[in-house]
């Protein structure tokens, strides 16, 4: 069975630094991509970037390029999604996804963060 | 790269069919045929409901159908049920390896 586990609920303060992570089972996780959604509070869903675990080709939305970085460490099956300098404005939640090739057929459970002074 | 745009709300009786559309540009909708389909029940995590416009996962119901004409797709659930309550957001390729969701839809069924 496939699966995306996700690091737990993070409540930051604005200017610190998160790096979360989404741990693949039950398949080749070198073999697809996994991408990174943003969902913020009662809105809809953002596609932020994808990596290629096998290579660690990175593709980043316009949207937020610049203010994210999208990991993988293949040895250990995980992909990271981290910043560097929080904003409010990052509150919501996030979720890793598999991409099979044109959509995303599998979702972790989501990680609620939280920033906040 | 802007959202796609989807009706904030649609509803329908038990029974009933309705449609949902997802009306993009030549630059993502219109140019592929990769427009992807997700529920999401609240508090839960998207699932993959149709992908490559009509195609749909194993597991999903032969209920849930989609379809694009033109820079717009759109979904339809037939025989709507209770549990079909939920959100929906329609995905597309937007080339250079990146892809564009809609804002949303929320089902009701009445």
């Not at chain 1, 741990?23 to 009662?42: A, D, E, H, L």
């Not at chain 1, 994808?50 to 660690?56: A, E, K, Q, R, T």
């Not at chain 1, 509150?91 to 599998?106: E, I, K, L, S």
Request: hydrophobic share 30%; proline share 5%.
């Amino acid at each position: 069975e496939v699966q995306l586990v996700q690091s737990g609920a993070e409540v930051k303060k604005p200017g610190e630094s998160l790096k979360i992570s989404c741990k693949g089972s039950g398949y080749r996780f070198t073999n697809y991509w996994i991408g990174w959604v943003r969902q913020m509070p009662g809105r809809g869903l953002e596609w932020m970037g994808i990596i290629y675990p096998g290579d660690s080709n990175v593709r980043y939305s316009p949207s937020f390029q610049g203010r994210v970085t999208i990991s993988a460490d293949k040895s250990i099956s995980t992909a990271y999604l981290q910043w560097s300098s929080l904003k409010a404005s990052d509150t919501g939640m996030y979720y890793c996804t598999r991409w099979a090739a044109v959509a995303a057929d599998n979702w972790g459970q989501g990680t609620p963060v939280t920033v906040s002074s | 790269q802007s959202a796609l745009t989807q009706p904030p709300s649609a509803s329908g009786s038990p029974g009933q069919s309705i449609t949902i559309s997802c009306t993009g540009t030549s630059s993502d909708v219109g140019g592929y045929n990769f427009v992807s389909w997700y529920q999401q029940h609240p508090g839960k995590a998207p699932k993959l409901l149709i992908y490559e416009v009509t195609k749909r996962p194993s597991g999903v119901p032969d209920r849930f159908s989609g379809s694009k004409s033109g820079n717009t797709a759109s979904l339809t659930v037939s025989g709507l049920q209770a549990e079909d309550e939920a959100d929906y957001f329609c995905c597309s390729y937007a080339g250079s390896d990146s892809w564009v969701f809609g804002g949303g839809t929320q089902l009701t069924v009445l």
